[in-house]
């Protein structure tokens, strides 16, 4: 399968495409940070040779750079599945976060993932099959202390996912929506979190890929993973 992953670099992203590229699909990854793109991409691909792993470094905030990714991934075929991972997390309370931390995370964690989207359905509904997967966060169910405009922007995510989960039913395109508790990745690094009390980022990247193997009668709409001890 041609497999589409935003955010690739690092974290879940790259734990999704190890296990994708572990059963030796066609990748197509982007991120912002060139380097760690390219690093991931070497990885895998040492990892995984009978995979094929292309990168394209993406700023997914920005509508130009998804037209070009898109056309890019395009011109080697239909994507059949699409993971939206592309996101950020600025903490903060609404009362006394920065100025322009809400147009920030929004671009970032919903705007990336509904214009990416919107690349790609044309041919994917033409076809009439395909899996879009928006990584939303366990704060797209429940707000927390300082989730602020991230918080507000993954219950947006989560909005746009079941109203695209409607609207592809009859396009034969599966839409899931992921929402992840505390994953220990690198942004957790340093904060005196025991690892042992998250989850992993392969555990995230385990149930994707499971999901994506159902039969085409069968769509899981929701996927929601908490540490086993609970929320922090």
């Known amino acids: 399968m041609n497999i589409v992953i935003t955010g690739a670099s690092k974290g879940i992203g790259k734990a999704i495409a190890e296990q994708f590229a572990a059963g030796g699909h066609s990748l197509f990854l982007c991120s912002r ?3 760690s793109l390219y690093k991931t991409t070497e990885e895998l691909l040492n990892r995984y040779p009978g995979s094929s792993i292309r990168a394209m470094p993406s700023d997914m905030s920005e509508r130009q750079q998804i037209k070009a990714f898109s056309e890019w991934v395009i011109s080697f075929g239909i994507p059949d599945i699409l993971v939206n991972n592309a996101g950020s997390f600025i903490p903060g309370s609404i009362h006394n976060e920065s ?3 809400m147009e920030e995370m929004m671009l970032l964690n919903l705007h990336s993932a509904y214009h990416t989207t919107r690349a790609f359905l044309p041919s994917m509904m033409a076809r009439k099959s395909g899996h ?3 990584i939303c966060s366990i704060a797209s169910l429940n707000a927390y202390p300082n989730g602020g405009s991230y918080g507000i922007s993954k219950y947006a995510l989560l909005g746009f996912s079941r109203n695209l989960r409607e609207e592809m039913k009859i396009y034969g ?8 508790g505390a994953a220990y990745t ?5 904060a005196g979190i025991d690892p042992e009390r998250i989850m992993t980022a392969t555990d995230i990247a385990i149930m994707v890929e499971a999901a994506s193997r159902l039969s085409p009668q069968a769509c899981v709409e929701d996927i929601i993973l908490r540490p086993q001890l609970g929320d922090l």
């Open 173 to 180: 395109i599966k839409v899931t929506a992921v929402m992840p």
């Open 33 to 35: 940070g060139e380097a």
């Open 132 to 134: 879009i997967f928006n």
């Open 99 to 101: 100025e322009g931390v």
């Open 186 to 190: 690198a942004s957790w690094e340093g």
